[in-house]
T-cell receptor
């Protein structure tokens, strides 16, 4: 079944660690997005990509980085995690026209 | 850029009553308006969307209305049920290669028995 897969679902890790959140989609979509969301609160776009080798910063400044080497894969990396990075990170994808967007289940990240 | 305001932030209704959530947008170029439902601990799910060439769209108990002149759109849920309890987000965008959604701040809907 076509879907968006995020791993891990939950991650508790210490300050200073390097973290990579994985996102893969089998939707056949060109555009992919990363959002940061405190549970039940507003969604903030932090990164997006039009396709392979394309990455753009979103509306909310983030210390994370992304890469898009394959169409279906859009990982997010934090080089040195801090407690302020504690949040939920949602990956989404859409066709090149942008709409509609479909979301993954998210990664809930806790930095101690 | 686009700015989307959403009201109310919380809404409590009794089972069987109707619920209405309202959003306004700022960019007259926006032509696509989706609504997402997010249950506790779950991903946001698209429940209905509308494009600017229509004024209203219905899907069973859910309807969305759009007033382009006033730049506002609303979600209407009739005959509410406990499983409608969730956070609802509106969003706006123009459709195109460079498009990206701007979300409202969310409405927490509680349907009580």
């Amino acid at each position: 079944e076509a879907d968006i897969y995020q791993t891990p679902r939950y991650l508790v890790i210490g300050t200073g660690k390097k973290i990579t959140l994985e996102c893969s989609q089998t939707m056949g979509h060109d555009k992919m997005y990363w959002y940061q969301q405190d549970p039940g609160m507003e969604l903030h776009l932090i990164h997006y990509s039009y396709g392979v080798n394309s990455t753009e910063k979103g509306d909310l400044s983030s210390e994370s980085t992304v890469s898009r080497i394959r169409t279906e894969h859009f990982p997010l990396t934090l080089e040195s995690a801090r407690p302020s990075h504690t949040s939920q990170y949602l990956c989404a994808s859409s066709e090149i026209g942008g709409m509609p967007q479909h979301f993954g289940d998210g990664t809930r990240l806790s930095i101690l | 850029g686009e700015n989307v305001e959403q009201h109310p932030s919380t809404l409590s209704v009794q089972e069987g009553d109707s619920a209405v959530i309202k959003c306004t947008y700022s960019d007259s170029a926006s032509n696509y308006f989706p609504w997402y439902k997010q249950e506790l601990g779950k991903r946001p799910q698209l429940i209905i969307d509308i494009r600017s060439n229509v004024g209203e769209k219905k899907d069973q108990r859910i309807a969305v209305t759009l007033n382009k002149t006033a730049k506002h759109f609303s979600l209407h849920i009739t005959e509410t049920q406990p499983e409608d309890s969730a956070v609802y987000f509106c969003a706006a965008s123009y459709t195109g290669t460079a498009s990206k959604l701007t979300f409202g701040t969310g409405t927490r809907l509680q349907v009580t028995l």
